[in-house]
């Protein structure tokens, strides 16, 4: 079973730092990985795809990488701001009918 | 543009009381339709999906049931409420397996 794990569970960083999110997931037959916010008592929201044949995809200050054969993804945010603070989830889709999801990390950057 | 709505936002229900969630989806057709459960401090688990009308899989046994009355409308139930189905919960949608999966903003239900 296809189980998705997020390093670290929590992480503050001052305003303007560049960081780094993890998550790995223990299956590489994916279609794809999703990269989503959630800010608290919301719903998700997303913020990057990479499919399967991909290895990174861009938005704005945000990069994600994804090497599939090491079940790892990395989701960089770069000169964090105060309104990045919320739980980032990543989410690998093995089949059509199913995101397996980690448990997140929740970001709080310190004005 | 595509959305999807989610109603009602928050929810405090008895005991033993029936359960009726809403979620619908516009701007798309025959999209996939899923609902998850966030429980506290955990991951999001998929309690079912649909891939058309009337078609529903289930994927933990539950005291809940989900219909798909129309294309882009699915809706979560329940007959007798536990406290155990408090949670957090999502309506989900996508097209094909390699396209981005779209949330609503959730339902917060208290079981009391």
């Known amino acids: 079973k296809q189980e998705v794990t997020q390093i670290p569970a929590a992480l503050s960083v001052p305003e303007g730092e560049n960081l780094v999110l993890n998550c790995s997931f223990t299956d590489s037959a994916i279609y794809n990985l999703q990269w989503f916010r959630q800010d608290p008592g919301k719903g998700l929201t997303s913020l990057l795809l990479i499919q399967s044949s991909q290895r990174e995809q861009t938005s704005g200050r945000l990069n994600a990488s994804l090497d599939k054969s090491s079940g790892r993804s990395t989701l960089y945010i770069a000169a964090s701001q105060p309104g990045d603070s919320a739980t980032y989830l990543c989410a690998v889709r093995p089949g059509a009918n199913n995101l397996f999801f980690g448990t997140g990390t929740r970001l709080t950057v310190i004005p | 543009s595509q959305t999807i709505h989610q109603w009602p936002a928050t929810l405090v229900q008895p005991v033993g009381s029936p359960l009726s969630l809403e979620c619908t989806v516009e701007?798309?057709?025959?999209?996939?339709l899923y609902w998850y459960r966030q429980a506290a401090g955990r991951g999001l688990q998929l309690l079912f999906y649909s891939v058309g009308i009337g078609q529903i899989s289930s994927e933990v046994p539950q005291n809940l049931s989900a219909s798909r009355p129309q294309d882009r409308q699915f809706i979560l139930s329940s007959k007798k409420l536990l406290l155990s189905d408090s949670g957090f919960y999502l309506c989900a949608w996508s097209l094909e397996r390699d396209t981005e999966a779209f949330f609503g903003q959730g339902t917060r239900l208290t079981v009391v």
């Open positions: 701007g798309t057709s025959n999209p996939n």
